[in-house]
């Protein structure tokens, strides 16, 4: 397994966000973890990239604990994560944003090849690549905050809602474009509400509810569970 | 009248200078740290006490002296970080106060070893630039505006140009997501509060042969910073540089040809001018607000 979570618990103060969950992500995979609001997905999430200390369980990545570490020396171990809402740094230029997602990258060389494949893959950003990132569309603002976690040369990446907010033609691009990046090798975690996209895109599915795993199996099972359609997918 | 006008201008030019590099450490501080430093005052204090005793009673020559001021003040930048502003990170308004209660600590340790006594500092030097008969700019302010073009152009390379200054405008933009980059939020704050409280510093340093150096100097000088800094709009470092040299003019010129307490006035007709016509300053966009 890339990442293993053994039966996490989140607390905020005394809210129990997350009471027992575990996850595995095989190597090369995509899997995601959908769910109602306050399910726990995004502070699953942000547990793995650790933005949130956990209260009891442990997280492993390639076979070494991590669930002690801050979110600055996650990264470094090859976790990306793109947060909920994207954020990224909004009075920054497009690159800027970009080369800060390199920021513990000593490799200049190998940036530079990299920041071409961002602009590759994303050819609007090249367009836009001295624009401050505030003047830029929802589904430009999500494609920078995937380049810029790119640029960290990551083995996993995390993705919250990439989804949210975006017409429906640019959820479509953003869809095909996680597809590519797993094709190309990369492990990915999706986060979804859109759990009809979700459960398309992946090949392995969590289902959260109040901070328990209710269900988990292969996507494509999930896509067929009579609970999973009527409470996730509105059939 | 003509040479009036232009002495006054420099003499503007030689204000808008300290006034920016105290503003900007202030503002640069507030950015990555989320904390108003009350005792950025008391850091330009300390800044001229260390000329009182490294030049005025040590004798070391003041080109010497003045960045060790600078470096000793940048230290208690970062001893600040350590031992007020990390420990209260999740608590703002701690922080404020915390920085309150370092004033007083500042201010009556300068009353303990220097006297509450205004210090006399021997003039570094007595030449003047003469431009003409009337108008002249002294070499000892000369120095202050040298300074300030070349620290805060060193400060717009560092941010725009090298990997930790694009860390510290991360920091200061979205810490949360600096931090998912890689970025240590504790090393940022560190590294902006030790260039901010060196930029006091290195201010007070500058004008303690021009100016009476006392253990309450600071107060005047933080109030001129927070209406500077409101001016430019709270977080914007561009902002507080215009609105210094705005500020730096205004309240010259007000002085010149009227007095220094109606300038006082007219400065702060200036920020709530800007405050009802652009609530969010100069240079402020409604998101850092």
Same mark, same amino acid.
């Given at each position: ?50 933005m ?16 002690? $570490?801050?979110a600055h ?10 947060p909920?809402g994207r954020r990224i740094f909004p009075d920054m230029t497009v690159e800027e944003n970009l080369r800060t997602g390199?920021f ?28 401050r990132a505030q003047t ?5 603002q999500?494609?920078l905050a995937?380049?810029r ?40 975690? $999706? ?45 | ?19 920016s590099?105290v503003a900007v450490g202030l503002v640069l501080i507030f950015g990555v740290m989320g904390v108003v430093n009350?005792?950025h ?36 930048g970062l001893?600040m970080e350590?031992?007020?502003f990390r420990?209260l990170k999740d608590n703002p308004?701690?922080g404020l106060?915390?920085s ?52 805060l152009?060193a400060l717009w390379y560092f941010l725009k140009r090298t990997r930790f200054g694009w860390a510290l405008r991360a920091s200061a933009q979205d810490p949360e997501a600096a931090a998912l980059q890689g970025i240590s939020i504790t090393q940022t704050a560190r590294i902006a509060m030790f260039i901010g409280a060196a930029l006091a ?24 910073a927070f209406?500077v800094i409101i001016?430019g709009g709270v977080g914007s470092l561009e902002g507080a540089i215009v609105a ?36 969010t300053g100069l240079f402020g966009s409604a998101d850092r607000a």
């Open positions: 397994m890339l990442l293993e979570m053994r039966k996490i618990a989140v607390n905020y103060g005394k809210i129990n966000a997350v009471r027992d969950i575990s996850i595995a992500v095989p190597q090369g995979k995509i899997v995601t973890i959908i769910g109602g609001n306050g399910a726990g997905k995004t502070t699953t999430l942000r547990a793995m990239s650790g949130v200390p956990i209260a009891r369980g442990e997280i492993l990545f390639e076979g070494q604990r991590i669930d002690h $570490l801050p020396k996650i990264v470094a171990h090859g976790i990306a994560h793109v909920e390199a513990l990258r000593r490799d200049t060389a190998g940036i530079e090849t990299d920041l071409d494949g961002v602009y590759d893959r994303f050819p609007r950003l090249r367009e836009r690549r001295s624009q830029m569309s929802g589904g430009e999500q494609m995937i380049g976690a790119l640029m960290s040369k990551p083995r996993l990446l995390l993705m919250d809602e990439p989804s949210m907010g975006l017409a429906p033609v640019i959820v479509e691009e953003i869809a095909r474009i996680i597809e590519e990046i797993n094709a190309q090798g990369l492990s990915v975690v $999706l986060v979804e509400q859109n759990a009809e996209l979700a459960l398309e895109l992946a090949d392995h599915a969590y289902v959260l509810e109040t901070g328990n795993t209710a269900m988990e199996g292969p996507a494509h099972e999930l896509r067929g569970n009579e609970h999973v359609r009527a409470a996730y997918l509105g059939l | 009248m003509m040479e009036l006008l232009a002495q006054t201008g420099l003499n503007a030019v030689y204000a808008a200078s300290y006034i590099l009350f005792a005052g008391e850091l330009f204090m300390a800044g001229a006490y260390a000329i009182v005793a490294l030049y005025a009673d040590m004798h070391l020559p003041f080109f010497i002296a003045v960045p060790i001021g600078m470096l000793f003040v940048g230290l208690l001893v350590w031992g007020l420990p308004l701690g106060v915390a309150i209660g370092f004033l007083m600590i500042l201010q009556s340790l300068a009353v303990m070893g220097f006297g509450v006594r205004m210090e006399h500092i021997p003039p570094v030097t007595q030449e003047v630039v003469r431009f003409t008969d009337k108008v002249g700019l002294p070499v000892a302010r000369l120095y202050v505006i040298v300074a300030a073009v070349v620290l152009g510093g290195v201010a007070g340093a500058l004008t303690a042969p021009l100016v009476s150096v006392n253990p309450h100097m600071g107060h005047s000088v933080i109030v001129t209406i001016v210094s040299v705005v500020y730096a003019f205004v309240h010259t010129f007000v002085t010149t040809f009227w007095d220094g307490v109606l300038a006082d006035i007219v400065g702060l007709m200036l920020m709530l001018v800007v405050l009802i016509v652009k609530p």
